[in-house]
C-alpha cells in the first residue's frame, strides 16, 4: 500500500505530537492556557459616533477600559485585529503585564499579538516569497511564545481580507498554508487566532480543516456563536483554531457576548468597545 507524503507527514508528526502532549504541561499543576482573538476596532469603540465613545477616546479612557474588560478573563495570549496607534497597544500591553509583537499591516490595519510569557522571534507575513500588494493588506504575523515548561507554542496573529468575494481571502489562506505546512507535519503546537472574515460554511473554512487545524468552537462550543455585531451578533467570523497537540486540550470555547464587550441595544448612549466580540478559548 502507498501513501501520501501529506499521510506520511501526519504519522511522523503524531510520533511528535506524543512526545510534546507529556511536555505540555509543567511538573506542577498547571494552570490552563487562555486566548483571546479579538478585532478592537481601532480602540475607537462602537458605534465611535457616540458621544459617550467621543468622550471616552477624548479623555484617553479606551487603553485602560480595555485592558481592565480583558483582565477579567485572565487571559495568557491575545490577538487585536485592527490596532490602534502603537502607543495604545503598548499603554494596554503595559496594563495587563504581558509582553507584545506588532504586525505591520499591507494597508491601516495593523495587528498585535500580546503574551504572559516570552515572545522569543516573530514574523510579518512569513509567506514564501514576497507579498503580493493585494494579499494580506490587513495583517497576518507569525510568532514563537516560550511556555513556562520551556516549550515553543507557534501562534499565528491574522486578519484577513473582508467582501462577500473570496477570492483574494482564498489566496491569503493558501499561501498561510503552505507557510504553516512544515509545522503542521512536525505536529508542533500551533495556534491560529484572529479575524478570518468568513463563516465556517465556505471554501476558505475548509481548506483549514483539510490542513489540519481544529476549530475549537466547533470542537467545545455551544449554538452557532456567532462573533459580530457587538449589537445582535448575527456571524462567526473570529477564531481561535489549533493544531498539534494543543488541538486535543481545549475545554471550553466561545464568544464573549457579556460586560463591556457587548452593546446595550436599550440604551441609546451605550457603546461597547468594539464592533466585534472576542473569541475565547481555554486549554486544559
Request: glycine share 8%; with cysteine.
Amino acid at each position: 500500500m502507498t501513501i501520501s507524503r501529506r499521510q506520511f507527514c501526519g504519522a511522523l508528526g503524531a510520533t511528535f505530537a506524543a512526545a510534546n502532549a507529556s511536555l505540555f504541561a509543567a511538573d506542577t499543576d498547571p494552570e490552563p492556557l487562555r486566548v483571546i482573538a479579538y478585532n478592537i476596532y481601532g480602540l475607537t469603540g462602537w458605534p465611535k459616533q457616540r458621544t459617550l465613545a467621543q468622550k471616552a477616546v477624548a479623555k484617553g479612557q479606551m487603553a485602560k477600559r480595555l485592558a481592565m474588560e480583558l483582565a477579567l478573563y485572565e487571559p495568557d495570549i491575545i490577538n487585536f485585529s485592527e490596532s490602534p496607534s502603537k502607543e495604545l497597544t503598548i499603554e494596554v500591553a503595559e496594563l495587563l503585564g504581558m509582553n507584545h509583537v506588532r504586525f505591520p499591516s499591507g494597508g491601516n490595519w495593523p495587528g498585535t499579538l500580546l503574551s504572559k510569557f516570552e515572545i522569543t522571534e516573530s514574523q510579518n507575513v512569513p509567506m514564501k516569497g514576497q507579498r503580493p500588494k493585494d494579499l494580506f493588506t490587513r495583517h497576518w504575523g507569525r510568532a514563537t511564545i516560550k511556555l513556562p515548561n520551556g516549550n515553543p507554542l507557534i501562534v499565528h496573529s491574522a486578519h484577513l481580507y473582508p467582501t462577500s468575494d473570496p477570492t483574494i481571502r482564498l489566496k491569503e489562506v493558501r499561501a498561510m498554508i503552505e507557510s504553516m505546512e512544515p509545522d503542521l507535519d512536525a505536529g508542533r503546537l500551533i495556534l491560529l487566532i484572529g479575524d478570518l472574515n468568513h463563516g465556517p460554511d465556505t471554501e476558505e473554512y475548509k481548506l483549514w480543516i483539510d490542513a489540519g487545524w481544529v476549530d475549537t468552537f466547533a470542537k467545545v462550543g455551544e449554538g452557532e456563536g456567532p462573533t459580530i455585531k457587538a449589537d445582535i451578533p448575527k456571524w462567526r467570523i473570529d477564531y481561535v483554531m489549533a493544531a498539534g497537540p494543543i488541538a486535543d486540550r481545549v475545554i471550553e470555547s466561545s464568544p464573549l457576548f457579556e460586560g463591556a464587550f457587548r452593546l446595550n441595544i436599550n440604551d441609546k448612549q451605550s457603546f461597547s468597545l468594539s464592533d466585534h466580540l472576542p473569541q475565547l478559548a481555554v486549554f486544559e
